[in-house]
Structures are given as C-alpha cells and as structure tokens.
Antibody
Framework: QVQLQESGPGLVKPSETLSLTCTVS????????WSWIRQPAGKGLEWIGR???????NYNPSLKSRVTMSVDTSKNQFSLKLSSVTAADTAVYYC???????????WGQGTLVTVSS | QSVLTQPPSASGTPGQRVTISCSGS????????VNWYQQLPGTAPKLLIY???QRPSGVPDRFSGSKSGTSASLAISGLQSEDEADYYC????????????FGTGTKVTVL
C-alpha cells in the first residue's frame, strides 16, 4: 500500500521560503507524476504544481514565480519550495500521486504550515 | 476564484439520492476529463471518481459521475450518514493560464 508523508517546518516567517518534503513508501516514486495541493483553513483546494520523476514540472501560473519542485528518486522523495511567503500562504499542504489525468489516488495526511513572524 | 462552480451545499435523508453539479467552460470541463474528490472532516481528500465516470477500487457503486458539455455531476444514491463530507470536482483548464483547477466545493449534509 502506497503511503505519502509530508514533512517540514510548521512555522515560516513572512518573506522566507517554505520547504516541504514528501516521502513515498510502499511503492516506487518512478514513472508517476507527483503533485502538491494546499488548502487554507475553511477554504477549498488549490493545486500548486506537479513533478514527474524525470524532473519535468508544471506549476500553477498564479504561483509559478515562487514555486520550485524537485525529486530525489534515490530517496523516494519529492519536494516543494515556495519563496517570499506571506500570511496568504498559510494552509494545510498535501502531497499526492497522480493516477493519470491529474486524478490523485494517494494523498499524504497533510501538514499545516503557518506563515507568521 | 475557482473557474468550476458548485453549489455550496446539498442535503438529503438516508437512502435518498443527492446530485451535485459542477459548471465549467469549454476550456476545462468541455475539453478535459473530470475528477471528483470526497473530503471527510479533518482528513485528506479521497479520489471518488476519475475520468468523468470511473470509480477507483473500493469506492461504492452508490457514487457515480457524468459529464455533458461544460458541466459535470456527481450522484450519490442510497445516501448514508458517512457520506456527510465536502465534495470537489476538478479538471485541467486549457486557458491562457493553463492549470489544474478544483471546484468551489459542496458540503453534503445527511439530515
């Protein structure tokens, strides 16, 4: 059974860079797209972007200038960096596997990241 | 602001059929497949329907999806108390700022 686990700081200061890692267990990270999705408290879901195991990426245009994703197949991990964060970036961040057609069949439990000084 | 519009809420009594709509445009639902997610309180979303009408293994056949033109629908038949959750549609949008977009979400309440 594939499992995903997000990890990273739960508190980030304004203007700094948010960094999260998603560790995949129970299966190989290879040959799949992997996405990051976020959800502010009480609000809907927002797709941040995705990365293929080759390193190819697609980002949400609204965040593209601040987002960088990377993948480490040797560790079965992929990562998210979001720069110049503000309070508006406070959210639960999820990582997820793309079954195909951006249908996310496996999700991490989510990690709350708060942007505050 | 999402480009996929859903009703904020829907409700029904146990055993009833509930339908949730998802309205989009030619750049998203009109030209791409639709996925549906269920989010129980305090948990990560779960894939309910993919490619318009396909159920992943383990999803009860009480859940069904359909698409027509620039709109899609999720139907829950034989509503159960455990179906009380938020439901989101999603699709790729081919507009100038191409991106994967989620619907506004619908809260289903079992009366």
């Amino acid at each position: 059974q594939v499992q995903l686990q997000e990890s990273g700081p739960g508190l980030v200061k304004p203007s700094e860079t948010l960094s999260l890692t998603c560790t995949v267990s129970g299966g190989s990270i290879s040959s799949y797209y992997w996405s990051w999705i976020r959800q502010p408290a009480g609000k809907g879901l927002e797709w941040i972007g995705r990365i293929y195991t080759s390193g190819s990426t697609n980002y949400n245009p609204s965040l593209k200038s601040r987002v960088t994703m990377s993948v480490d197949t040797s560790k079965n991990q992929f990562s998210l960096k979001l720069s110049s964060v503000t309070a508006a970036d406070t959210a639960v961040y999820y990582c997820a596997r793309d079954l195909g057609g951006l249908a996310f069949d496996y999700w991490g439990q989510g990690t709350l990241v708060t942007v505050s000084s | 602001q999402s480009v996929l519009t859903q009703p904020p809420s829907a409700s029904g009594t146990p055993g009833q059929r509930v339908t949730i709509s998802c309205s989009g445009s030619s750049s998203n639902i009109g030209s791409n497949t639709v996925n549906w997610y269920q989010q129980l309180p305090g948990t990560a979303p779960k894939l309910l329907i993919y490619s318009n009408n396909q159920r992943p293994s383990g999803v009860p056949d009480r859940f069904s999806g359909s698409k027509s033109g620039t709109s899609a629908s999720l139907a829950i038949s034989g509503l159960q108390s455990e179906d009380e959750a938020d439901y989101y549609c999603a699709a790729w949008d081919d507009s100038l700022n191409a991106s994967y977009v989620f619907g506004t979400g619908t809260k289903v309440t079992v009366l």
